[in-house]
């Protein structure tokens, strides 16, 4: 049974297509003016759908540029941190060092 609601709904639609092309070519314009009429519209849809492409990739090559500038950003106090950090563990161990230092020269005599 619900192949037949299928298909009838199909052989609608199907219907429906073949009356409207058929209502927009016999209709009171001229075949030349109906086929222009359609040729402006779809050239307005074309155009339509070139400028929103264009600005979604403005807005993608936008964030794009802001994530980037964000990763440098991040990358660069990562590189710092990771400076400041190397310079406490050598203070650390020069203190270490100077410490082992003392207690060596309580060994010797």
Do not use: C
Request: charged share 30%; net charge neutral.
């Amino acid at each position: 049974m619900s192949n037949n609601t299928g298909k009838t709904l199909l052989a609608l639609l199907a219907g429906a297509a073949i009356g409207a092309v058929a209502g927009i070519l016999m209709a009171p314009d001229k075949g030349s003016k109906t086929r222009e009429k359609i040729k402006d519209s779809l050239d307005e849809a074309k155009k339509n759908l070139k400028n929103k492409l264009d600005t979604a990739s403005d807005d993608l090559k936008a964030k794009v540029s802001n994530t980037q500038f964000d990763l440098e950003e991040t990358y660069d106090d990562l590189v710092s941190n990771m400076s400041h950090k190397t310079e406490d563990v050598i203070s650390f161990l020069e203190t270490k060092l100077a410490d082992l230092k003392k207690q060596n020269s309580k060994f010797q005599k």
